[in-house]
């Protein structure tokens, strides 16, 4: 059944009263007689019954002239702006360093500057170069100061942002850099991690391919260097061969893999040499047991 067929621009709203003088299970209110477009209805729900509220050219919400609220419009719901451009777009442009909105507050303090809550914060990003600079800052505000934040950055170009994290007084900890790259105690990080500090773990575990293992030394065919060559290299150079010296280390750094794998090396080197020196003493004692009994005899037969 159709109540009211409004032809101007504008939508009149009805309390429908349930009663025994008043009552409809579904009498629209139909706009442009155009019940599929414009229409403010009712629908069932258990125990109960739902608004169902369409208007073609979008709907809007506001609490005094000039300051609308909400704006539905084409399926997009927006918070202060009227041209929502996503399925739901809260905020509106944010002036540089101007907080746009609070996904969450505790109850101390109502204001912007005051209280503690959580918010999104823009940052002018107009102009003819974008390189490194800030867009937003999800942060954390307490009494107008920001502890901590999590900071957007554009790069320069259209894939170029990296990410900042700030603690104490806002300051920066931690990046993701736009190669992917962590650094935490710098904003250089040249590898996958960079730390610039010290690190305390229980326990750090590193893949090796199998070539740089040096199994090899127990290999029949390795040719281990002679104590001599060993000697000889380490007086021309003051360092162990295939082992970095201190100027080397403090100039490129400590490469942990490798110098452990050449550290193993040398532990495996070491051993054969041991071994070969075991071998060499039981053929000395071997040796000198002959002679022990030769001698013995010799005094037997001399005393004879």
Not at 119 to 133: E, I, K, S
Not at 140 to 154: A, E, K, L, V
Request: aromatic share 10%; with cysteine; glycine share 12%.
């Amino acid at each position: 059944m159709k109540l009211f067929n409004l032809r101007r621009n504008y939508i009149l709203f009805l309390i429908f009263i349930k009663s025994s003088i008043f009552y409809s299970q579904n009498l629209p209110i139909v706009g442009f007689g155009d019940i599929s477009n414009y229409r403010v209805n009712t629908y069932d729900v258990p125990g109960s019954s739902g608004l169902d509220l369409h208007w073609y050219g979008g709907i809007r919400f506001g609490d005094k002239s000039g300051n609308n609220v909400m704006q539905i419009t084409n399926g997009n719901v927006g918070i202060g702006t009227t041209n929502p451009r996503a399925y739901f777009d809260m905020g509106q442009y944010i002036s540089n360093g101007q907080i746009g909105t609070v996904l969450g507050r505790l109850g101390e303090g109502d204001g912007v500057g005051s209280g503690t809550f959580l918010g999104v914060q823009g940052y002018a990003t107009q102009g003819d170069d974008f390189r490194n600079v800030k867009s937003f800052s999800l942060v954390h505000n307490f009494y107008g100061q920001t502890n901590n934040s999590i900071n957007f950055y554009r790069g320069s170009g259209m894939t170029g942002g990296f990410m900042t994290f700030c603690t104490y007084d806002n300051t920066e900890k931690m990046r993701i850099d736009i190669n992917g790259y962590i650094g935490i105690g710098t904003t250089a990080p040249d590898e996958m991690l960079t730390v610039k500090g010290k690190i305390h773990t229980q326990e750090i575990r590193v893949d090796m391919k199998g070539p740089l293992v040096p199994d090899y030394v127990f290999a029949t065919d390795y040719k281990l260097k002679s104590l001599e060559e060993v000697e000889n290299y380490i007086k021309q150079n003051n360092h162990l061969p295939e082992i970095p010296s201190a100027q080397e280390i403090e100039k490129n750094g400590l490469m942990l893999a490798e110098m452990n794998m050449n550290l193993l090396k040398k532990m495996e080197e070491i051993t054969l040499y041991i071994i070969d020196f075991k071998k060499e003493m039981d053929a000395l004692k071997q040796e000198n047991k002959i002679q022990e009994e030769e001698i013995q005899k010799l005094k037997k037969q001399n005393k004879i």
